[in-house]
Each structure stands twice: as C-alpha cells, then as structure tokens.
T-cell receptor
C-alpha cells in the first residue's frame, strides 16, 4: 500500500537558517503530494501541494518539488522565522482512493532567536 | 466562512461510556474523513464518506461507527470507549485531490 516516510525530528534551527525536511513516498500510479503544517493546539493547514512530476509547490517562502525519479517531495525554506515553529506533515493522495490522505509521522521544527 | 467545525473540542470519558463527535462543513464538499492523531504515528484514517448516505472503513475503524445523513455533517461514534481511544480526532473534507480542509480537532481522554 501507499506510505510516506519523513525525517524524524525535532529539528532545531536558528532564525534565518536554511530548512530542509526530507520526505519520500511509496505509491503506485501518480499520487498528488502535500505538505501540511500544524501549529500548537490547532488543526492541520495545507501549506503547499504538487499534482504531477516536476511540479513545484510553493507558499509563504516554503517550496517542494515533486521528484518521481527519487520518489521524494522535500520541503525547503531559505530563511526560517520563529513563527515557522510547528509540526510539518508530508502526505499523499492517490488516484482511485476517494482523495484519502496517507500521512508521514510528522517533523517538529523549533526555530530559536 | 467557518470551513470545518468540530464539536466538542475537549471531552473526558469513562471506560465503557459512549459519545458522538460532530463535524460540519460549509464548503459543499463531497468527501469527508475522520482521522486520529497519536504521538509518533502521524494521522491515521478511521472512516470516510464519499457522499451523503455513504460511509467506508479506513485504516483503524475498530471501535468506531460513523454516519453521513446530511452532506454537510459527518458523525463519529464511540459505542463503548476504551483507554486506547484516547487521542486527538480530526475531521476533514475535500472535493478532489486538491487537498483537504481540517477542523480544529477534538481532544478525547478515556479514563
């Protein structure tokens, strides 16, 4: 079945540092890929998405590129802020699955001054 | 624009008690889902619905039941709560693979 693997956290960075959170997936066919963010005490918010190979999703300075050859969708940001501290989830939705999401286990990011 | 609304936000149950979690969406979405979130395990799908009057099992359906009598509402029931059902429950909805909208969550503790 479909699965998502993302790097374990927590990831601790200083403000303005470069961020990479790795995500790889296993799926048949052509899934859509997503990054969600969860701030403390809140639900998940869609951060960005990509629906086909080589697509780049971007939002709020975050980017991720759908790499079918390496089955990856790594999240990057050039300069993180304290307000980016949250848990980040990589997820996929495959064709013919009623748009169900399969999630990774989440990566906690802590940004310090 | 409320999006996805879950009630209640917090609840403590005794083992064996029953309860219903309510989810309402105002976006006219066809698909609705119930997930549970546990530390170190990400989110796991409990049940889902592809339209009014339809429901289907997800990854971890045991101990839960659902109903979708109206398109905008999706109810999750626990008939006899167990400590293993202590978790944070999230409802979500979408129309396609564009990404789902999530509610704020219900934190349930079973003692």
């Amino acid at each position: 079945g479909d699965s998502v693997t993302q790097m374990e956290g927590p990831v601790t960075l200083s403000e303005e540092a470069f961020l990479t959170i790795n995500c790889t997936y296993t799926a048949t066919g052509y899934p859509s890929l997503f990054w969600y963010v969860q701030y403390p005490g809140e639900g998940l918010q869609l951060l960005l998405k990509a629906t086909k190979a080589d697509d780049k999703g971007s939002n709020k300075g975050f980017e991720a590129t759908y790499r079918k050859e390496t089955t990856s969708f790594h999240l990057e940001k050039g300069s993180v802020q304290v307000s980016d501290s949250a848990v980040y989830f990589c997820a996929l939705s495959n064709t013919g699955t009623a748009s169900k999401l399969t999630f990774g286990t989440g990566t906690r990011l802590q940004v310090t001054l | 624009n409320a999006g996805v609304t879950q009630t209640p936000k917090f609840r403590v149950l005794k083992t064996g008690q029953s309860m219903t979690l309510l989810c309402a969406q105002d976006m006219n979405h066809e698909y609705m889902y119930w997930y549970r979130q546990d530390p170190g395990m990400g989110l796991r799908l409990i049940h889902y619905s592809v339209g009014e009057g339809t429901t289907a099992k997800g990854e971890v359906p045991d101990g839960y039941n659902v109903s979708r009598l109206k398109k905008q509402n999706f109810l999750l029931g626990l008939e006899s709560a167990a400590p293993s059902q202590t978790s944070v429950y999230f409802c979500a909805s979408t129309t396609n693979r564009a990404g789902a909208f999530f509610g704020q969550g219900t934190r349930l503790t079973v003692v």
